[in-house]
């Protein structure tokens, strides 16, 4: 799978900002000082946004970021459709030529807005004076970055939540790709093992850029399962939180992927989850580049009314080199 050109570069990939904290990137991405000036970050300033937004959520910082100039952007997809060589006979042409497959992903953005507002009392009476401000819109921003991951993960046009009616995220995208039904099986060496067999040979070719994502209550199950062992990796177990990693492929923990699901396909039960095995290069978070913060004054109300607003976009690349877990139960 080739990278686009509108790919963005990872936070920690040269651009400068990789040993800025979580707060130095907020306070470099937005300054309240420029509210008044019309709202939209400029580049800079929204490169380091979407940095935040990279930084505070598991797997859109795992993913392929494509900064979008407008509400649909269309990916160029090129593969080959299997063995393109051949034997050369000296003087004489192929019989056939071999071709590219041609394909497009399409990202259509989704408007997003966090409005929030503070008291004319509260910014006059705080502690921390002038830099209360600053302090509240970081924690909406943070909060924001957040729930984009969640529509990301979990977003479903079918969904009786509002917000995650939006868009289908990877969970609803990931029935296009390759189901295993486990049936309330914890996460367990045969669960690994069957969803990395799942996965075409083809896209084990990087095994480095693959990724098991589940939720951190069933990465505890597969971590808990070397704890027993009376070997260095059972030690090593007990004392480190990263999970120990399965065919060299890392088990990733994902706040947002929810542990209270009731089954389906058939499946009675409750408290399930669902996971994905997936080249990190599959995921794309398409964010649109006009990311604005607002401010406005209701004196009326004697309150600041705050606005972030931006418009993502979330699909696979390829549907068939995601596998999905479902049923995935949790050890008590």
């Known amino acids: 799978m ?42 800079g300033q929204a490169d380091r946004f979407i940095d935040l937004v990279s930084d505070q959520s598991v797997m859109l910082g795992e993913a392929r970021v494509v900064k979008m100039r407008s509400a649909v952007t ?21 019989a056939a030529l071999s071709e590219p497959a041609f394909s497009k992903v399409t990202l259509t953005a989704t408007d997003i807005i966090t409005p929030f507002e503070i008291t004319f009392e509260a910014l006059e009476d705080s ?37 995650l009616a939006g868009l289908n995220g990877w969970r609803v995208l990931a029935d296009d790709g390759h189901e ?3 049936e309330g099986d914890t996460l367990s060496k045969s ?74 396909n058939d499946h009675v039960g409750s408290n399930l989850s669902y996971g994905f095995l997936t080249p990190r290069e599959n995921l794309v978070f398409g964010i649109h580049r006009e990311i604005r913060v607002d401010k406005d004054r209701d004196i009326l109300r004697g309150v600041n009314i705050y606005a972030i607003t931006t418009r993502v976009a979330i699909e696979f690349e390829d549907d068939d080199a995601v596998v999905l877990v479902v049923n995935l139960g949790q050890s008590a």
């Open 74 to 94: 269309e990916l160029d997809k090129i593969a080959t459709t299997g063995r393109v060589s051949k034997l050369k006979t000296e003087g004489t042409a192929p």
């Open 191 to 264: 669960v690994l093992s069957v969803m990395y067999k799942q996965l075409p040979d083809k896209y084990k070719r990087n095994q480095g850029d693959l990724r098991f994502f589940c939720a951190p209550a069933c990465v505890q199950d597969w971590h808990d399962t070397f704890t027993d062992r009376a070997t260095p990796a059972g030690d090593d177990a007990i004392r480190v939180a990263q999970a120990p990693p399965y065919m060299g492929v890392p088990v990733v923990s994902v706040p947002v992927i929810p542990t209270d699901l009731d089954g389906i």
């Open 127 to 163: 502690i921390e004076g002038g830099n209360l401000e600053n302090t509240v819109i970081s924690a909406m921003a943070k909060q924001t970055a957040t729930d984009i991951e969640e529509l990301a993960v979990q977003g479903d046009t079918g969904s009786a939540d509002a917000f």
């Open 180 to 182: 295993v039904d486990v």
């Open 2 to 43: 080739g990278k686009s050109d509108v790919q963005a570069m990872a936070p920690n990939s040269g651009r400068g900002y990789s040993n800025l904290s979580t707060d130095e990137l907020l306070q470099k991405a937005i300054d309240t000082t420029d509210l008044a000036a019309g709202g939209i970050l400029t580049t």
